[in-house]
């Protein structure tokens, strides 16, 4: 199974912005609903935002709507979140990953190693 590989991460102070890229290769990916997910430490991993395989249809989870843009480049095979106004409660590890509906897809076990985003205070 293909294995996504984000990037982007890095440290920011609150009200800033960042951009992650999930780079996934492969037909595995081409045609689902993706997704970024996230996990603090101490904390579950949960659910930021999808999309769906045309790029037209975008879902957020309450906490970030508003903030966060999620889009895929077809022809690249890339994901992107672009986050912005951002708190120090969006620190996390973020990773993408093939998603139905809010939750990952079943039988996808492939994580990458996520990109790491501390925002300071």
């Known amino acids: 199974q293909a294995q996504p590989v984000e990037s982007g991460g890095g440290l920011v102070q609150a009200g800033g912005s960042l951009r992650l890229s999930c780079a996934a290769s492969?037909?595995?990916?081409?045609?689902?609903?993706m997704g970024w997910f996230r996990q603090a430490p101490g904390k579950e991993r949960e659910f930021v935002a999808g999309i769906d395989s045309s790029g037209r249809n975008t879902y957020y989870s309450d906490s970030v709507t508003g903030r966060f843009t999620i889009s895929r480049d077809s022809a690249r095979n890339t994901v992107t979140l672009q986050m912005s106004s951002l708190k120090p409660e969006d620190t996390a590890v973020y990773y993408c990953?093939?998603?139905?509906?809010?939750?990952?897809?079943?039988?996808?076990?492939?994580w990458g190693q996520g990109t790491q985003v501390t925002v300071s205070s």
């Open positions: 492969g037909r595995t990916f081409s045609s689902y609903v």
């Open positions: 990953a093939p998603t139905v509906g809010r939750a990952v897809r079943t039988g996808f076990a492939s």
